[in-house]
Structures are given as structure tokens and as C-alpha cells.
């Protein structure tokens, strides 16, 4: 594990780096964090459970991160389509969704429209409707590319091979699949309706039959009923953002001349590249996000329900003196009154060898 791990997770979880490189390193000798909160205390300068999960977990993503960018430098390399640019770009990611929006334009494909297009060399038709100059009469310099042997029948077919290039290319674009993440998240929202013909089954789920709710301030509980009732095969499920936004969104990104011929070309380019490509691949990230966010806030509410019940008294209002044995460090001491009240506390050495120590110990137990 690097120093800059170990530096970014103190920073993001408010801890010493120290704490933080003596936790990994018990982590990674396969220490569980139950015993590293209990028996390591001295090591990791008393960590807490919820303090190592953080640094297991964050570090687990850190090195995952890291080896998804060294796959990706090494497929660039092999296809010899790594720049120092790429390098910089992969290097400066600091998440998984933003390396794999950088790799996305490199990322090999399958057979796609766009692919077959490319195939019948229309890629040079695709690059002239993108560069949108005015003299350009798209129908015109399409004839050039037409060929039957290639599945180009005519100019109109060679033009919507390079719309299907363009429109790829539109959705591989690393800042267009940030900006509409962004606003799926800013405003978009969560629309569930019946499955036709499940009305009566899923009666349960009837409270989202018809229902629209913005995904940022959607509580967990909402979110993984939805989902549950989707799941059963009772609720369609949509996520998506403010209609008539995203092409906006996506237009302006890639349409700089809308009235040209050329840049009408580019605008069906782009409608198409956010409806089929685009939107899809975007909700599809929505929805895993969103479903891990309630997750992880529906097992934080249980966690803090857990501790209250952990935490009421077991006895009603009575005194409660509880020892925590312990042969090495001491037993730890604590006494609590009938409302759950802190009195006292204390580390006593029962088994200690000398008698004149283990009598005291006796002697302040038996003053509680």
C-alpha cells in the first residue's frame, strides 16, 4: 500500500496516517476487524470497528481502482493506442465510473451500428457533418461514399452510417456521460407504475402503482420498496431527468451550427446517441448507484436502531456493575445507576501477582 493511500483514507475518514497504515497492515496479515478494534488497540491507536471498516473498505476500493487502471494501460498499450495524454488522463481518475469514461472511446466493442459504418468507410463522411462548415452540403458529398458492395445502397444510407458513428462517439464522450450523470442525479426522478394485469397481485406495492418522486431527496426505504416491487415483477421502474434536458444538455455539447445542413445532420446524430446509447447506459449506472446509497442507508438506520436496543438497560432501573476480564491489560470496571448513568470506572488486576494488588482490586470492587 502506497503513502498516498494511506495519506487520502486519513484524510477522508479523520484519522491519523499512522492509525491508518497500522490497520491495513494488520488487515492484510488477515487480522479480522473485530480483533484489531479489541486486541490491537496499542497498534492502531484505538480504532475503532467503524474507523477499520472504513479503511478496509476504502482501501479494498483504492486497490481495485488500481488494478482496473493497470488493465486498461495494458489492453491501450497492446492496441497501440496509448498517448501521453490517455496516460495523463487514466492516471488523474480518481474513481471507477471516471476511468472507465476516459477508456470508453478506446473500450473494444462489439459488432455496433457504428462499427459496420466505419467498415464501409464512412467515418471520413462522419468527421466533415461534425466539422459543420457552411459550404458543406451533406447529401451531396454523401454520394461519393455510396457503394453497394459495402451495404451503402445510396447517400441517404451513407448518411445515417456516419450519424451512427457520430452518435457512438457522442456517447463514449467522458464529459457529456459526466454532465448527464450530474443532472440525472441533481434532477432527475424516480417514476414507478403497475405492470398491466398485476393490480390485484401486487397490492402491496399499490402506494407506487403511479408514482413520481425526485431521486435526490428519495429515502431509502422508498428506494428499496420500488426496487422490491420491480423485482417481484409488480412496478416498472424509470429513472431519468427533466424531460427535453438532457438533449438540450447533449445538443449543446455537440451541435455548434443547428441551422447549417450540416449541424441538422449532427443534431439526429445526437438524439440518437442519447436515446440509444447514451440515456441507457447513464440509468443503468443510476440505478446500481442509487440501489447501493439505500442500501448503505438502510443498514445505517438499522445499525443505530441495533444500538439503542443493545443500549437499554437489561434490568430496568437497577444498578449494573459490569467487568471485562482481561489477565494482561487488567480487568476493566465500569458501574452504571437505575437511569444508565456512568458512576465510576476503573482497570483492576485481580490475578495480578502480588497479593497486596489483588487485594485492592477486591477491596474496589467490593466499595461499588
Known amino acids: 500500500m502506497t503513502e498516498s493511500y494511506v495519506s487520502k483514507i486519513a484524510a477522508e475518514i479523520g484519522v491519523n496516517a ?17 480483533f484489531i478494534a479489541r486486541y490491537r488497540k496499542e497498534a492502531t491507536g484505538s480504532l475503532d470497528e467503524v474507523a477499520i471498516t472504513q479503511v478496509r473498505d476504502r482501501l479494498a476500493q483504492l486497490l481495485e481502482l488500481d488494478e482496473r487502471r493497470a488493465a486498461i494501460l495494458s489492453s491501450l498499450e497492446e492496441r497501440q493506442l496509448l498517448t501521453d495524454e490517455l496516460k495523463a488522463a487514466i492516471a488523474a481518475a ?15 466493442k462489439r ?15 462522419a468527421d466533415r457533418l461534425f466539422d459543420e462548415q457552411p459550404t458543406f452540403d451533406p447529401l451531396s458529398d454523401a454520394t461519393a461514399f455510396v457503394d453497394a458492395e459495402k451495404n451503402v445502397p445510396d447517400a441517404e444510407a451513407a ?31 424516480v417514476r414507478s407504475s403497475v405492470v398491466p394485469g398485476k393490480e390485484a397481485d401486487g397490492i402491496k406495492f399499490k402506494d407506487y402503482y403511479d ?24 412496478l416498472r421502474v424509470r429513472m431519468a431527468p427533466p424531460e427535453g434536458e438532457a438533449q438540450t444538455l447533449v445538443e449543446s455539447l455537440f451541435v455548434s451550427a443547428p441551422g447549417r445542413p450540416g449541424g441538422d445532420q449532427v443534431r439526429l446524430a445526437a438524439q440518437d446517441g442519447l436515446k440509444r446509447l447514451l440515456a441507457p447506459a447513464i440509468e443503468g449506472e443510476i440505478r446500481f448507484e442509487a440501489k447501493k446509497k439505500a442500501d448503505a442507508e438502510a443498514i ?26 482481561g489477565f494482561r491489560t487488567g480487568c476493566k470496571v465500569a458501574c452504571l445507576d437505575g437511569q ?3 458512576l465510576y470506572h476503573d482497570v483492576i488486576h485481580p490475578t495480578a501477582s502480588s497479593p497486596a494488588q489483588a487485594q485492592q482490586s477486591g477491596a474496589a470492587v467490593l466499595a461499588l
Open 18 to 34: 499512522r492509525q491508518v497504515a497500522a490497520a491495513a497492515t494488520l488487515l492484510a496479515d488477515g487480522a479480522t476487524v473485530p
Open 94 to 108: 480518481e474513481t471507477m465510473t471516471a476511468l472507465e469514461d476516459v477508456y470508453a472511446p478506446y473500450r473494444p
Open 111 to 125: 459488432r455496433t451500428r457504428a462499427t459496420i459504418a466505419r467498415e464501409a468507410g464512412l467515418e471520413p463522411l
Open 159 to 189: 448518411l445515417a452510417g456516419a450519424r451512427d458513428i457520430l452518435a457512438e462517439r457522442f456517447s463514449d464522450d467522458a464529459n457529456a456521460r459526466a454532465r448527464l450523470r450530474r443532472l440525472y442525479w441533481d434532477h432527475g426522478s
Open 211 to 234: 408514482w413520481t418522486e425526485p431521486l435526490a431527496s428519495m429515502p431509502s426505504h422508498r428506494m428499496l420498496a420500488i426496487r422490491r416491487g420491480e423485482a417481484e415483477g409488480f
Open 300 to 325: 445505517r438506520i438499522f445499525a443505530d436502531n441495533l444500538r439503542q436496543l443493545l443500549l437499554a438497560s437489561p434490568l430496568g432501573q437497577k444498578r449494573v456493575l459490569a467487568i471485562d476480564p
Open 340 to 342: 444508565g448513568k456512568l
